[in-house]
């Protein structure tokens, strides 16, 4: 007898008593039902039983068979009896056992990967993020389950299976265009059984465009708006997490690390809107997968092509213009390009002038995006992704008008600065068995940073250059790496991730080179500092064990040893990583974290705003690997329906910094530069906290921090010398270690297809340096200067002096459409500080020509309008 | 019409920024003793006193109330007259290499030194093997000439700074070398147009032959060649001052740095209190 072929109302009759809708995720054959239903008939008598002499197998294929009213009527006891054990022993058998649910998480219309995707299991508690292809993987009992399927930027699916044996399958996920009932930010990434874990932001991006922009759209500004991340400069991307450096956040764009990731000093991020998918900061809690920075890890994952069809987007923005390209390739093989580019040096070219008398100012930042993503089978997929961004900057002087003199004149002078970063990566995932997958990577990224002056001199009579002279101040760093990562899934409530890494850096943190190009003569080329990089292998293991104790304790332990090798100098260190989950009677999500990182590559600054008068460097045999030691404690709960409240406290404990010295400067970084740094220690505490409504017509959040960050100079040979003498030892606050930030992020769908968003934000005054005390110097002459009589400035110690209260309104209109041209377009209209507060950002002391003092404050940005537009195709 | 229009198109965005907010509580701590003095070998000591003022002040008085004095090896050698001429306290000594010097400054009123500082002059250099040989080599073109000499590294030294005068119509003129050991290419951290400045860490205490040539053209012979090696042993703290004032000075062109202290040696105070000793060779 066939089976599959009962009559319907046995499966009306079946579906009518469990309460679940046939699953539409699964292959009919695959269905069996679960063993509670069959505990449940036995219960229910054993009249109802029967045996029909089916296999264990068949058994396990369709458990119809059990109910099959007709088929018991033909049995003997004997059969019930025995059939009777079998089924028990073969459900308890079931039972114990457990199945992995794996799959991709896709775009419904596009066929593209989602990343970050969250999968929960409600029932058991268990949870799983896609991984940058879109994959996941959960390890759940013989049951019926529920999974509901959610990310930012799409309509949450809730979808039930039947567990019969491990399963495969894809998810797609529909697009929410504006839906009143999803906040277009999305939200945290993190979710620790239904709850939110304070120490992770999340972007899925696509709907932060609508947020305010500052000529246009950089997500690294909106984390700014975070608790516990907090504004660098005003007006820049730079985010500061929890008292740290700039240089101590790690940024990876899908996996590979960026050196610098900003443009136009760090006014933009490099990070494009149309071509990031996910974004997601990390203050604590760190992976160990990820070492060597001691704030913060923002992974930042791009986006891949879809399998459908030829698509793509651009957008014009205040200053720059971008497009991207995707697409298939075959059936198999997808693909992705994004460019864009600054615009404002071709508006300009008709008003420069490159031959004639006057000078020329020109400016170009450029990003290139680009990733082929092979889908060879269902075990395996290969990623090769590439970036390369750079800023160019030049101010040219043109040649002289001829004049009478036969004598030498200077014909052209130009002055260039930039900088530019280089990404390409190979990434080979395979799934290894349905409880291990491994990710295999090799990638290089570089960082130069060049600074160059080019001089040519030629007879005043001719147009004739007679020698060229280029002074060129260049520093970069490159690595080169091979990874492996692996995810072993042991059972339901242990997971074990582990893996290697080796890195080779390639560290220049400073080289002069001098080109003299001569009429008729030999050319000259002297290079000054470090001609040859600096090797500093770099191996580390490591492997975070998590362990899901009960529903309502979770534990994830963690440890990194790293070997890193400078100047023949060894350094082993170990990361160790604690992590422990909490969930109170009352669904209050409590976690506590304790984190040690170390830094063994550091940022030399001209300042602590970012400038590109940076240079890369390794730790030395003078000082050792940074360390920061985080304990961290948060809560989280959802309350008044529509609403998340969290909030944490933390404690950071720094040690081992190299700080710039007091009378050090770093414009020209050289062989010399160990000399200009000097040890310290520094510490970083206070709480944060957050309240977020989620849903509704209004949607947003209020985030507030309360931050003491402060640094301290150790350096015994600075226990003197620099300053005013009784105050070098003392501590400093950090520059942007602002005491009080609160921001508030509203957004307002008013129309059907507009939305009017709001950001507020007020917080302490920056710190800045103002010197106590004028003075002359010597009066005489000496060897080695000549600067007599000069008046200088003194400071007791560094940012001594608070700037008054920041605050600023910025207000953006976004109005979706549809044209007849584009599938879709998007118009925003921002204005950044619409009340044009004035924001300090410094203090000028001048005395004018009549002897008047002047101490001043000073301003970067008034009121900035801007508008943007977006098309889709 | 053209070049007008980028600076106006600077100007409009940025015209807001150049407005000022008066700034009202600074933390000036004006009112600090100023003790400058760079002492040498070759002249007599001359310390300057002046009084710090709040940033944006022009004046600054020679203090010529206070009492200046000097202490050779921990002992008391004498208060210090004002000399209205230089402007500041005359010490009509000139200082030795080798000896500890300290400056004590007190107000009117006070019965102890309300600032203080102290510095040890450094001990001359000893050059030895002092050899010139004119027309040593015959290279692109031209003739080269080699000077050699040898110097011990003193155990508390630092930087020295190394210059060639040649002997040209009846004056001794500074002039161009090329350095040929690698103390002196790979250690140099300063060079201006004709002195060399280095750093002693290749040398570590040790005695160095140095080498340095230059094209025998360049000496005008009016006769057998003459020259001066001046050879000077700079002290940490000078060097120190020194090395923070350019510093300084780069920093104040830079809007984008943060400021730059200058170093000080002065106790409860400001200003700087170091020396430098000079040593000369000739040849022949």
New interface residues.
């Given amino acids: 007898m066939n089976m599959k072929k009962a009559p319907p109302k046995w499966r009306s009759f079946y579906r009518g008593l469990v309460g679940i809708r046939t699953p539409n995720l699964l292959i009919r054959s695959q269905v069996l039902y679960p063993v509670e239903l069959l505990n449940h008939f036995i219960k229910q008598g054993c009249k109802y039983m029967g045996i029909s002499g089916l296999s264990k197998n068949e058994i396990r294929e369709d458990f119809w068979c059990y109910f099959c009213f007709l088929k018991m009527r033909k049995l003997v006891l004997a059969k019930k009896v025995i059939g009777l054990l079998l089924a028990c022993m073969t459900s308890m058998s079931v039972y114990a056992q457990k199945f992995h649910v794996q799959g991709r998480i896709a775009d419904a219309k596009w066929g593209r990967p989602i990343a970050g995707a969250l999968v929960l299991c409600e029932k058991y508690k268990v949870f799983e993020f896609a991984d940058e292809s879109g994959n996941f993987n959960l390890l759940l009992p013989f049951d019926s389950i529920k999974l509901t399927v959610s990310a930012a930027g799409f309509v949450t699916t809730t979808e039930a299976i039947w567990l019969p044996k491990n399963l495969t399958f894809d998810i797609n996920l529909k697009p929410s265009l504006l839906n009143k009932t999803q906040l277009p930010i999305a939200t945290f990434v993190s979710v620790g059984f239904g709850k939110k874990y304070p120490h992770t932001i999340g972007y899925t991006i696509k709907e932060v465009e609508k947020l305010p922009v500052l000529f246009q759209p950089d997500y690294l500004k909106y984390m700014q708006t975070e608790p516990g991340v907090q504004k660098g400069v005003d007006g820049g991307s730079m985010p500061l997490v929890r008292g740290g450096n700039n240089d101590q956040n790690l940024y990876l764009m899908d996996g590979v690390p960026l050196y610098n990731p900003y443009h136009s000093i760090v006014y933009f991020s490099v990070f494009n809107k149309n071509v990031v998918q996910k974004m997601t900061l990390h203050k604590g809690g760190f992976q160990s997968k990820y070492g060597g920075r001691l704030s913060s890890v923002l992974e930042v994952t791009t986006q891949q092509g879809n399998i459908k069809q030829i698509s793509g987007s651009g957008s014009l923005a205040l200053g720059t213009a971008d497009i991207n390209i995707d697409g298939p390739l075959g059936k198999k093989v997808t693909f992705m390009v994004a460019a864009r580019r600054s615009y404002i040096d071709l508006l300009?070219k008709?008003?420069?002038?490159d031959t004639g008398n006057?000078g020329t100012?020109r400016y170009v930042l450029s990003d290139l995006n680009a990733n082929v993503a092979i889908n060879a089978d269902a075990k395996n997929r290969i990623v090769i992704s590439a970036y390369s961004g750079k800023d160019a900057f030049y101010v040219g002087e043109g040649e002289y008008q001829p004049g009478p003199s036969a004598t030498l004149k200077l014909k052209s002078r130009r002055d260039d600065i930039g900088w530019k970063n280089r990404v390409v990566q190979v990434n080979w995932e395979h799934k290894m068995s349905p409880q291990t997958t491994a990710n295999f990577r090799a990638y290089y990224t570089g960082y130069d940073f060049v600074q160059s002056r080019t001089v040519s001199v030629g007879p005043a009579t001719t147009k004739q250059k007679d020698s060229v002279n280029k002074l060129s101040l260049f520093s970069g760093i490159k690595d080169f790496a091979a990874l492996a990562d692996f995810e072993s899934t042991k059972n339901s409530k242990e997971k074990i991730y582990f893996g290697v890494s080796v890195v080779a850096h390639a560290i220049n943190p400073g080289r002069r080179n001098n080109k003299i190009t001569a009429l008729g003569q030999v050319k000259m080329d002297t290079s000054r500092g470090f001609v040859d990089d600096f090797i500093c292998p770099e191996i580390a293991v490591y492997a975070d064990w998590h362990k899901k104790i009960n529903d309502h304790q979770k534990l994830v332990i963690g440890v990194r040893p790293t070997l890193f090798i400078s100047e023949g100098k060894q350094f082993f260190y170990a990361d160790p990583h604690l992590f422990f989950e909490y969930i109170t009677p009352k669904k209050i999500s409590t976690t506590f974290t304790v984190d040690v990182m170390h830094q063994p590559l550091q940022l030399i600054s001209?300042?602590?705003?970012g400038?590109p008068?940076e240079a890369w460097v390794p730790a030395t045999q003078t000082f050792k690997p940074q360390q920061c030691i985080q304990v961290a404690a948060s809560a989280a709960k959802d309350v008044w329906k529509k609403y998340t409240a969290s909030g944490s406290v933390f404690y950071k404990d720094f040690q081992n910094l190299a700080m710039?010295a007091?009378?050090?400067?770093t414009?020209q970084v050289f062989t010399?530069w160990s000399d200009r740094l000097a040890k310290g220690i520094g510490r970083a505490y206070g709480l944060e906290f957050q309240l977020r409504k989620n849903e509704g017509i209004t949607t947003g959040y209020l985030s507030y921090t309360l931050l003491w960050s402060e640094r301290k100079y150790t350096d015994a040979n600075l226990q003197?010398?620099?300053?005013?003498?009784?105050d070098v030892s003392a501590w400093f606050p950090t520059r942007f270690g602002r005491r009080h930030d609160l921001s508030i992020v509203m957004q307002n769908k008013i129309t059907r297809k507009g939305m009017l968003c709001f950001i507020y934000t007020i917080s302490s005054g920056e710190y800045t340096?103002?010197?106590?005390?004028?003075?002359?110097?010597?009066?005489?002459s000496?060897?080695?200067?000549n600067?007599t009589g000069q008046?200088?400035?003194?400071?007791?110690n560094?940012n001594?002096?608070r700037l008054p209260l920041y605050h600023r309104m910025d207000m953006s209109w976004v109005v979706d459409r549809k044209s007849q041209i584009w599938k879709g377009t998007t118009m925003g209209i921002s204005l950044y500080n619409m009340f044009?507060s004035?924001n300090?950002t410094g203090?000028?002391?001048?005395?004018n020509p009549n002897?008047q003092?002047?101490?001043?404050?000073?301003?970067?940005?008034?009121i900035i309008p801007s508008i943007y537009y977006t098309f889709r195709f | 019409m053209k070049k007008y229009i980028l600076p106006l198109l600077l100007s409009i965005v940025f015209i807001s920024c150049q407005r000022g907010r008066k700034v009202k509580d600074l933390p000036a701590k004006p009112g600090y003793l100023v003790i400058n003095s760079v002492i040498n070998n070759r002249e007599p000591m001359y310390v300057f006193v002046t009084t710090s003022s709040s940033p944006g002040d022009t004046t600054y008085l020679f203090d010529t109330t206070v009492a200046v004095s000097v202490y050779e090896n921990g002992a008391f050698k004498a208060t210090l007259p004002f000399d209205k001429s230089s402007g500041g306290y005359f010490y009509n000594v000139i200082p030795t290499g080798g000896t500890h010097y300290k400056i004590g400054v007190r107000k009117p009123g006070s019965k102890t030194d309300d600032s203080w500082t102290k510095t040890t002059l450094p001990k001359p250099v000893l050059l030895t093997n002092v050899s010139f040989v004119d027309s040593a080599i015959f290279q692109n073109g031209e003739w080269i000439s080699e000077i050699k000499f040898r110097m011990t590294d003193g155990p508390d030294q630092d930087k020295y700074r190394l210059l060639f005068y040649g002997y040209q119509s009846g004056n001794y003129i500074p002039f161009v070398v090329t350095p040929i050991d690698h103390v002196l290419t790979n250690n140099s951290t300063e060079r201006d147009l004709t002195a060399m400045v280095f750093s002693d860490n290749l040398l570590a205490g040790n005695s160095h032959e140095f080498i340095v040539r230059f094209p025998s053209g360049n000496i005008i012979k009016s006769g057998p060649p003459r020259f001066i090696i001046e050879m000077t042993n700079i002290s940490k703290e000078y060097d120190e001052y020194v090395s923070s004032l350019g510093s300084y000075q780069r920093q104040a062109r830079n809007p984008f740095s943060n400021p730059v202290s200058i170093y000080t040696n002065v106790y409860n105070g400001l200003g700087i209190f170091a020396g430098y000793t000079i040593k000369y060779d000739t040849i022949p």
Avoid at chain 1, 606 to 609: A, E, P, T
Avoid at chain 1, 720 to 726: A, N, R
């Fill in positions: 300009l008709p008003f420069m002038n006057g100012i001209l300042n602590d705003q400038m008068y710039l007091p009378g050090a400067y414009a010399d003197q010398g620099f300053g005013l003498w009784e340096n103002v010197p106590n005390a004028a003075y002359r110097m010597p009066m005489s000496t060897i080695l200067n600067w008046t200088v400035y003194s400071q007791s560094r001594n002096y044009s004035f300090a203090v000028n002391v001048s005395t002897g003092k002047n101490i001043n404050y000073s301003r970067l940005w008034p």
